[in-house]
């Protein structure tokens, strides 16, 4: 399947990775984005992110996970940092028990 950058050059799609192979998936979605992957999603970010999305996805409902992703991605590109964007999602979850 051929898809459009956002510059509108075509690019081959991705054959689909294995769990390990995450890393191929960002690289082809931030360079067809025209980011930086280690500039916009660094390791550390991207655990802490993982970590909240998987705290959403038992807490709240899964749908919510790609959609709070997001709006912390709107949040961060309106000025936010993504630790605080993080941590202000975080505080939404429910308490333990809830």
């Not at 280690?38 to 802490?48: F, G, H, I, K």
């Not at 999305?53 to 993504?82: E, F, K, M, Q």
């Amino acid at each position: 399947m051929v898809h459009a950058d956002l510059d509108g050059k075509s690019r081959e799609g991705v054959a689909r990775v294995a769990d390990g192979d995450v890393g191929i998936w960002l690289g082809e979605v931030a360079g067809a984005l025209d980011v930086t992957l280690e500039d916009v999603l660094p390791a550390a970010t991207q655990d802490e992110l993982l970590t909240l999305t998987g705290d959403v996805a038992h807490n709240v409902v899964r749908l919510a996970v790609p959609l709070s992703s997001y709006l912390i991605g709107v949040a961060v590109g309106r000025g936010a940092s993504p630790d605080e964007a993080i941590r202000i999602v975080g505080g939404l979850l429910p308490a333990a028990g809830e």
